[in-house]
């Protein structure tokens, strides 16, 4: 069975420094893998995905994912923080047991950027 | 443009009411979901819906009930509201052919008392 795993609860990053968000795979075939954002008292955003190629996957808001086949990693980076990327950061992957649009999603690493 | 939108935002119920939580998208998509999301659980399957007509269950379905009468519509109906279905429940869509990018609704927050 498909599943993700964000091993940490909290990063702490300063304004300006870079960040990483750490995500874990294990899926029985090719892997498609998410990365969401929500910002308090709202829905999740799309952030990007990696289907296939690169390894390196750009998203939206300046953020970029390393795809890690070795490893089954796909973190979440971002060259500089601001203090508006504070928010919760979920991983998911595409479910391969039912429909294609469902995703499986890990508990979510909270980011807090401060000035 | 108005998305996905999730009625009410909010809604506190009393032990064994039922209720519906009601999700509407206007992006013709055929992919509708119903997530909970708990503290320290991530958000979690409900149901699922390929089409008009075609519902399925996903992680956690039992006290939920779903609909797919439209395109449009995709309600989850709680049957009798206990305390463990105290949550934040997002409806979610996207069109088939777009794996995985999800257009989420705001939210609706409900406590079980």
């Known amino acids: 069975a498909q599943s993700v795993a964000q091993p940490e609860d909290q990063v702490n990053v300063a304004e300006g420094n870079p960040l990483t968000v750490k995500c874990t795979y294990s899926v029985s075939g090719n892997p498609y893998l998410f990365w969401y954002v929500q910002y308090p008292n709202r829905g999740l955003q799309f952030l990007l995905k990696?289907?296939?190629?690169?390894?390196l996957v750009k998203g939206s808001y300046g953020f970029e994912a390393e795809f890690n086949k070795s490893q089954t990693s796909f973190h979440l980076k971002k060259p500089s923080a601001l203090v508006s990327d504070s928010a919760l950061y979920f991983c998911a992957v595409r479910d391969d047991g039912g429909s294609q649009g469902n995703l499986i999603f890990g508990k979510g690493t909270k980011l807090s950027v401060k000035p | 443009n108005a998305g996905v939108t999730q009625t009410p935002k909010f809604q506190v119920l009393k032990t064994g009411q039922s209720m519906t939580l009601q999700c509407a998208q206007d992006m013709n998509h055929e992919y509708m979901s119903w997530y909970r999301q708990d503290p320290g659980m991530g958000l979690r399957l409900i149901h699922y819906s390929v089409g008009a007509g075609i519902t399925d269950q996903g992680e956690v379905p039992n006290g939920y009930n779903v609909s797919r009468s439209t395109t449009e519509d995709f309600p989850l109906r709680l049957l009798s509201a206990a305390p463990s279905q105290t949550s934040v429940y997002f409806c979610?869509?996207?069109?088939?052919?777009?794996?995985?990018?999800?257009?989420f609704g705001e939210g609706s927050r409900l406590t079980v008392l």
């Open positions: 990696y289907i296939t190629g690169d390894n």
């Open positions: 979610a869509s996207s069109a088939m052919a777009d794996t995985g990018e999800l257009f």
